[in-house]
């Protein structure tokens, strides 16, 4: 097994924070593209010397060009040695400082066309030079190494091309570069993948690895090293050789940084749900919301990336989101719609419905010995408390205190409306808070009205309770966006969850499960399980084994047969 961590060492905020400008250039070209993550050059066939292959890979040129994304076409063109008699010149702009290892140049990898020589030129705040270097790429997607500090202004002359008579294509520009790490360099490096399939938590996955480096710029005291421009969100992609085929393991942010020896760092990291975890929401009350509206206030406030399942995209949401993280408003969100919430094996957030029906069968030929099977306390029924919103009639003084000038946050006990101020002025709100301007030291009064929250509590029992055994119910009464039309839905959903009762876990040989994935398990005495996988703890680097938590059902194994659920297969385990 072979693992691979590839770390974008970038200045994570460059690139929105860029206004890049050229006169070169052709009248179809829009610079903005060059602020996009994603832009492919596009494969058109023009006049070039040597470019329009007639194998069918080429396009014709679009009559109407505008509008479409190209990146940076120049409008001068090479002469026979590739030389521009005036090179095409690109200048970016920035409101802040910025700090990098070098440029990272995307050409155009489709044509094999590329700039072999370029200037680049740094500035300060003030417009004073920096540092020159001149480089010579050697490929489509090339990094100019060059470690500059708090410039605010760059430009990049273009002097060559790859290849006589060509225009300057150029398809996007990072402000650092990518760094894979593997073989040797990796120690050791874990991975824990957990889910909630009821969404009672969104859990956070977790990237651990070790690194041996003779590099002094992985040293933390370094001041010119890598370690000095790391930031929050630095991106690791992280990849693993399974039977010879790739296996994306997700994408990962860095959080913590420890030097061990001169050689050795320690490097943990986090999904997107762990970035979420350090943001604020602030909420509000919410009457008939599409789940797909909701979703997209929490998530796009943060840029992070998403995938909602269609079938859940329509759901009716009523209710409330106090202020809180962007995770625990996400989770509200979840919980209340049905939605298992992963970022396993993904580079964004995966909104879907639990599985009805098995894909994946562990065999005794995949596990080791010493499992462990634990039986679960019975739950013989659910009450859901339900939460309805109605507005208040009753004026109430939600905050009174003597300030002096400036801007306050005053954050409710309970959501309220129709706010009113006196010796200030309210500038943000919502049902949740109150941004005010005081602009006159004294004595501050903000009223409002209170929202009353209607409960009901839908309840969800055993038919058949056994002979002998105490009721056991679980109740759920803080989930303040399960409104009255939801909260049958969520009692039958819970409750179905609290009948899986057996937890087996052991350590395996992984092939391409992941968590939320229904199983059927060969567990102890011949005995199987039919259930979700909660949780992998993988060992990329010792053999991708994993220590893995399933909870389900026992299955007869004669109806197990017969319904598909069941193969025949190896009954050894592993030794």
């Known amino acids: 097994m072979a693992t691979q961590i590839a770390f974008g060492l970038y200045d994570v905020t460059a690139k929105a924070d860029s206004s890049p400008t050229a006169t070169d250039k052709q009248l179809f070209v829009n610079m903005s593209d060059l602020l996009l993550d994603e832009l492919e050059a596009p494969k058109y066939a023009t006049l070039e010397q040597d470019l329009f292959l007639l194998d069918g890979s080429f396009k014709l040129f679009p009559d109407a060009p505008v509008g479409l994304e190209w990146g940076l076409w120049s409008l001068s063109m090479s002469d026979a040695s590739g030389a521009f008699a005036n090179p095409p010149m690109l200048a970016v702009g920035f409101t802040e400082n910025h700090s990098s290892l070098g440029l990272t140049l995307h050409f155009s990898p489709t044509t094999g ?104 710029n992985f040293s933390i005291l370094n001041p010119k090293g890598v370690f000095s421009l790391l930031q929050q969100r630095q991106r690791l992609d992280v990849t693993q050789l399974v039977n010879g085929e790739p296996l994306y393991m997700g994408a990962y942010f860095l959080d913590e940084w420890e030097n061990s020896t001169e050689n050795d760092i320690k490097m943990k990291a986090v999904d997107w749900i762990g970035l979420l975890d350090r943001t604020t929401f602030y909420g509000g009350i919410y009457e008939n919301v599409m789940a797909s509206d909701l979703v997209s206030e929490i998530l796009d406030e943060t840029e992070t990336p998403y995938e909602l399942d269609a079938s859940l995209a329509d759901v009716e949401i009523s209710g409330h989101i106090p202020i809180c993280t962007h995770r625990e408003a996400l989770q509200q969100v979840a919980f209340a719609i049905g939605a298992v919430v992963d970022c396993s094996r993904s580079d964004v957030v995966n909104l879907y419905p639990a599985p009805e029906r098995p894909s994946v069968r562990i065999s005794y030929g995949r596990k080791f010995i010493g499992q462990k099977l634990k039986l679960k306390a019975l739950v013989t029924g659910v009450d859901v408390t339900a939460h309805k ?63 009353i929250n209607n409960q009901q509590v839908i309840r969800k029992r055993m038919a058949n309770l056994p002979a002998g055994t105490a009721p056991n119910v679980l109740s759920i009464e803080e989930a303040t966006l399960v409104s009255p039309a939801l909260a049958r839905d969520v009692a039958a959903r819970v409750f179905d969850y609290y009948q899986l009762r057996h937890e087996n876990e052991f350590e395996m040989l992984t092939d391409r499960e992941s968590v939320s994935d229904m199983v059927v398990v060969d567990s102890m005495n011949r005995e199987r399980l039919r259930g979700m996988i909660e949780s992998l703890d993988i060992d990329l680097t ?23 659920e069941l193969y025949a297969g190896d009954q050894i385990g592993v030794i």
Not at 163 to 184: M, S
Not at 403 to 426: C, K, M, N, R, W
Not at 546 to 559: D, H, L, Q
């Open 113 to 216: 066309d590329w700039a072999s020589e370029v200037r680049v030129r740094w500035y300060d705040a003030l417009d004073n030079l920096i540092t020159t270097a001149l480089f010579h790429p050697d490929r489509a997607v090339c990094f100019l190494e060059h470690k500059v500090d708090n410039y605010r202004r760059l430009e990049i002359d273009f002097l060559k091309t790859s290849k006589p008579y060509r225009y300057l294509k150029l398809a996007a520009i990072d402000y650092g570069l990518t760094r894979v790490f593997e073989g040797d360099e990796l120690v050791n490096a874990r991975v824990l993948e957990e889910v909630d399939i009821l969404s009672a938590q969104i859990s956070i996955n977790t990237l651990e690895f070790q690194l041996h480096s003779n590099n002094a």
């Open 389 to 451: 919103y109605a507005l208040g009639i009753e004026e109430t003084e939600l905050f009174k205190d003597e300030l002096e000038p400036g801007e306050y946050e005053i954050v409710f006990l309970s959501p309220a409306h129709d706010l009113a101020i006196t010796g200030g002025s309210i500038l943000e709100s919502n049902a949740n808070y109150a941004r005010i301007g005081v602009t006159v030291a004294g004595e501050v009064v903000l009223t409002g009205k209170e929202y």
């Open 542 to 564: 010792g053999g991708f084994l994993s220590k893995t938590k399933v909870v389900g059902v026992r299955i007869e194994t004669i109806a197990g047969y017969y319904t598909g």
